[in-house]
């Protein structure tokens, strides 16, 4: 796998930076609207000391102003710079010398702006913390927010409380300031934050570190993430491992997902957008909730920061309005989460508070008569929640009163003694009507602002008990290599004494069976003589297949022929091939003809490989030969993967009922399909430095038989430092 260029950050690493005791504002001025005096406005409810800094004043208002960092009575943790990009650096190694942890620079101007002398400025600011230790936030940016302390460490004109959370609450990383102090006032929703870090350009800091941070903060008990792009994207694994063993879900929205957009981001923050597809893959073995949306993060990361691991997978429905619970059938279905119905013990529990007319099923309808008594929606959860049916229950609210009030502390009452997730949806978007900040302040119930994403982020929830409880059988991710440890080296040599940076479909498959990857016999010949001598000896019928390194998509030069029964069709063929080779690439370099034993028919599976300047070896797998390119059916993982990765891989294939067996076809060897995925997922790692990719379409897959029938490999033109 590509290396960082370093560890990440630990929460040790960043405490004076992000929990400081005491700062100091550099730059401090008497001027109200100055981003220096609103930052000490913010800080009305901070706990630690505060001292201003700014040669032109002794004192501001009643407060003492001192000339310089050294002036201090002490030291202070961490400072805050409200000063003009101009005096930045020279403040920075002040900092660094007087032994500060860390530094908040809200300057602009820097490689966001795309000018060279710009982007160097910032290249030297990351060389001051690289080389003396100084933690630094930004340039370019908004600063923080630490709740559990009270410290709003920014300029933000934005109304917060800033209170402590009621328990751990829920930790916000964000490289957009803007957005990450927009989720913050969430907080007026009634939800529990611990934190908003945000960023800015990054200089020093990134995404993972501020992760790594929160993975060992008590404060935060889910880290919810807005995630443009990083350079060096591996780091996230690391993050991700540290808030895994933390117990910590990590849930993730990327932004920049289209070209448009990751054009934007660049222009926005300096930052990288790499591919959406890689960024998923690093993503899920991450162990990251990803979602789709900014405005599903917050109701996902707060579902998780009050619930615990399910008890149950069903789960089930219960309401006043069958539009809804009908909405919330087709929601389970979308997202494939289990609605059973109830035992028949369960029915005789519920049957007092459904009315004849109602439905005692799941969806469970109460009707409107659940209005009549508050305390029967409370009731019926219990009833419904009692025994191992249903691990959470869905309540669909179509209308909003004072009397939700009392209904809601019923309800929130029947999931503390349950002990298990109570989700309301609100379908009237009334963000703020009766009822809602009581319920979002209950710890025992979750709320949703739509059943769709009640319904996404219970299947979530699923999976992340799947990846739990798969870990707690076979234990963490363990890779044990398949292929043969002197493979590296044979391909290695292959590799250099090719020829031309694009391999031809022989050389290749030599690449290809060093890794133990079954390939098709084959004979190159230079006449058709030769062809029809080589097809009598490895059996009619066979292929031919002109061979160039100029010349990789063969069907399309009209370069292939098939099934060939005779030394007549094969002698005919050779002209045919070579023809077709002159006329499609007049001055191509072509070796001669390779023939091959035709290959009984399957299903066709492709597996390919590029080298990522930033992820490293990515692995493909997809429905081969001309689907591919059809159906576009591919699915991407990090190399090297292991024999469950594989596995998975072929499951998320939207094709792989095929596999399986398909309407009386045989079912492919999955266990032996996934070996070989294992196989050229090492060739990959192996030779990230040597290569830029390769294609493997298709492996011809017929029962246990799987066999390479071509094959594409293009080099580096010289191999790339480790």
């Not at 899920?284 to 615990?308: D, S, Y």
């Not at 929606?377 to 009397?403: C, F, N, Q, W």
Request: glycine share 8%.
């Amino acid at each position: 796998m590509m290396r960082t260029s370093r560890s990440v950050y630990r929460h040790a690493e960043l405490e004076r930076l992000f929990d400081p005791q005491s700062v100091a504002i550099y730059g401090a001025s008497p001027n109200p609207k100055s981003f220096a005096a609103r930052t000490i406005a913010n800080l009305a409810k901070y706990r630690g000391r505060i001292w201003r800094i700014n040669p032109r004043y002794d004192k501001i208002g009643d407060e003492a102003c001192y000339p310089s960092l050294a002036a201090l009575p002490q030291t202070p943790d961490c400072v805050i710079f409200a000063v003009p990009r101009a005096g930045i650096e020279a403040a920075l190694l002040e900092c660094a010398a007087n032994g500060v942890g860390g530094a908040v620079v809200f300057a602009s101007g820097y490689a966001e702006t795309g000018h060279p002398e710009h982007a160097a400025e910032q290249a030297r600011l990351s060389a001051i913390a690289r080389e003396t230790g100084l933690r630094i936030i930004g340039p370019n940016c908004l600063g923080y927010i630490n709740f559990a302390s009270s410290a709003l460490m920014s300029f933000a004109s934005g109304e917060f409380k800033v209170d402590p959370p009621r328990g751990a609450g829920i930790g916000i990383v964000s490289q957009s300031g803007a957005l990450g102090f927009a989720l913050g006032q969430a907080e007026h929703r009634g939800m529990r934050l611990s934190h908003v870090l945000t960023l800015g350009n990054g200089a020093d800091m990134h995404v993972a570190d501020e992760i790594a941070y929160l993975a060992d903060d008590p404060a935060c008990a889910v880290i919810a993430c807005l995630f443009e792009g990083m350079a060096q994207p591996l780091q996230l694994l690391e993050a991700g491992e540290l808030a895994w063993k933390a117990g910590k879900p990590v849930v993730v929205c990327k932004l920049g997902l289209g070209e448009a957009a990751a054009t934007a981001a660049l222009s926005h923050t300096g930052s990288l957008a790499g591919s959406t597809q890689a960024y998923r893959a690093l993503f899920e073995r991450a162990g990251f909730i990803t979602v789709p949306a900014i405005e599903h993060v917050l109701e996902t990361a707060a579902f998780f920061a009050k619930t615990g691991r399910p008890r149950a997978r069903g789960v089930a429905a219960m309401g006043a309005s069958g539009g809804a619970l009908i909405a919330a059938t087709d929601a389970a279905e979308a997202h494939a989460v289990p609605m059973p119905q109830p035992p028949e013990d369960m029915k005789q529990r519920l049957r007092p508070y459904v009315p004849e007319f109602g439905a005692l099923r799941n969806p469970c309808d109460l009707t409107a008569m659940m209005t009549k008594d508050n305390s029967i929606a409370g009731k019926a959860i219990e009833a419904m929640l009692d025994g191992d049916t249903y691990g959470a229950i869905v309540l669909p609210h179509t209308s909003l009163s004072r009397a939700n009030v009392e209904r809601t502390q019923a309800m929130g009452e029947a999931g503390r003694r349950s002990g298990k997730p109570v989700c309301i949806s609100y379908s009237g978007g009334w963000i703020g009507g009766p009822s809602t900040l009581e319920a979002e302040m209950n710890p025992h119930l979750q709320c949703f602002q739509s059943i769709d994403r009640c319904y996404a982020t219970l299947a979530a929830w699923h999976r992340r008990e799947d990846r739990l409880l798969a870990e707690a059988r076979y234990g963490p991710r363990r890779r044990e290599r398949v292929s043969d440890p002197r493979a590296a080296e044979k391909a290695a040599a292959l590799l250099a004494a090719a020829p031309s940076t694009s391999l031809t479909e022989r050389e290749a498959k030599q690449v290809l069976a060093t890794y133990g990857v079954p390939v098709v016999r084959e004979a190159l010949v230079q006449s058709a003589a030769e062809a029809a001598n080589a097809a009598q000896a490895l059996g009619f019928p066979v292929a031919l297949k002109v061979e160039s390194p100029t010349i990789a998509h063969k069907t399309e030069a009209g370069v292939i022929r098939l099934n060939l029964a005779s030394a007549a069709e094969v002698r005919a063929a050779y002209d045919a091939v070579m023809t077709s080779a002159r006329a499609w690439a007049p001055h191509a370099l072509v070796n001669g003809v390779l023939v091959q034993p035709m290959v009984p028919a399957g299903v066709e599976v492709m597996v390919g490989a590029r080298i990522d300047p930033q992820f490293g070896a990515l692995i493909a797998v997809g429905l081969g030969g001309i689907l591919v390119e059809l159906l576009k059916d591919t699915v991407l993982d990090l190399a090297p993967v292991t024999a469950r990765e594989a596995r998975s891989l072929l499951g998320r294939l939207k094709g792989s009922a095929l596999l399986a067996g398909f309407r009386g076809s045989p079912g492919v060897d999955l266990d032996a399909l996934a070996e070989l995925i294992v196989r050229l997922s090492e060739l990959a790692d192996d030779q990230r430095d040597r290569l830029v990719e390769f294609d493997v379409n298709p492996l011809i897959c017929v029962g246990p038989r799987i066999v390479a029938v071509d094959g594409l490999i293009v080099r580096a033109a010289q191999a790339r430092p480790a």
